[in-house]
Nanobody, 122 residues
């Protein structure tokens, strides 16, 4: 129904930068919130940053000042520019979107990408 595909992950050294991208496609009638989460083995998935349709952003403290989230509502994409990466940032990063689907008023549902690895070496 709706598909989210992440790209841009990889291996970098501490202090370097990476840009993650996510593209949403399918029977999309609207997207309210788009966000990036991350998860490490044995831990719960945690929010990194989110952006509303009006451009309002929200960042976790660890991301503030280092990461920048942005979206293109016409293309249904969201990016996460990460700078000054640290080993603690190593995780699988997931794209998330709250999407309006279905006929009539439809319903709002969360959709997730499959995740993409980011590894930061010391």
């Amino acid at each position: 129904q709706v598909r989210l595909v992440e790209s841009g992950g990889g291996l970098v050294q501490s202090g370097e930068s990476l840009k993650l991208s996510c593209a949403a496609s399918g029977a999309i009638r609207g997207i309210s919130l788009m966000a990036w989460y991350r998860q490490t083995p044995g831990n719960e998935r945690e929010l990194v940053a989110a952006v509303r349709s009006d451009g309002t952003t929200n960042y976790r403290d660890f991301a503030k000042g280092r990461f920048t989230i942005s979206r293109d509502s016409d293309k249904n994409t969201v990016d996460l520019q990460m700078t000054n990466l640290k080993p603690e940032d190593t995780a699988i990063y997931y794209c998330n979107a709250n999407v309006r689907v279905g006929p009539g008023w439809g319903t709002w549902n969360d959709f997730w990408g499959l995740g993409i690895e980011v590894t930061v070496s010391s």
